[in-house]
């Protein structure tokens, strides 16, 4: 079953921007996964947030993972055209990754 | 170079057929996994296996098949059972534990004519 939501749906900032995006799950989990899509194309791994884990810093992207709230966000830094994907979140449960439905992300140069 | 790949890129499929899809990586990875991705959607879990013989059902087998005779392939075969094929079809693999940190292929695009 599904647990991951992210949460905005569709992200478009200028170049240069921050972007910030929520991902919400129900259940306890073992790691929080990100990952990126570009259109269609595979999805590449960002980056893994283990649950007893606050947060993590992997170049421009910042992970933050709180288990009281069952949320992470990931912010991606002075964007850049390049960064223009879907991002995903995926939970690792009851051995068993759940991705969430996706965060379309457009940069404007 | 290292890595996973699917085959073909774009694949079309006539009323009552099974069509197969291809994935093999190189990556030596005891686990592998097949997903769909609809559009707007996530992935769903179609079936995965975590050693070579062995495979299991994800959250939507049904109208799929797989077989892992070789650690480096896991073919899907997508049957005619199955209503909708139609979608992005991904395959994936992990080291040893399954479920970790997925490297996944390009992708095989299934349309029905």
Redesign the interface.
Known sequence: ??Q?EEDPQALSIQEGENATMNCSYKTSIN?L?W?RQNS??????LI?IRSNEREKHSGRLRVTLDTSKKSSSLLITASRAADTASY?CAT?GN???A????NQVVVIP | DGGITQSPKYLFRKEGQNVTLSCEQNLNHDAMYWYRQDPGQGLRLIYYSQIVNDFQKGDIAEGYSVSREKKESFPLTVTSAQKNPTAFYLCASSEAGGHETQYFGPGTRLLVL
């Open positions: 079953s599904q991951g790691n996964q990952y269609g194309r595979g999805l590449v791994h893994l995903f690792k051995n068993r990754l991705f969430g439905k996706g």
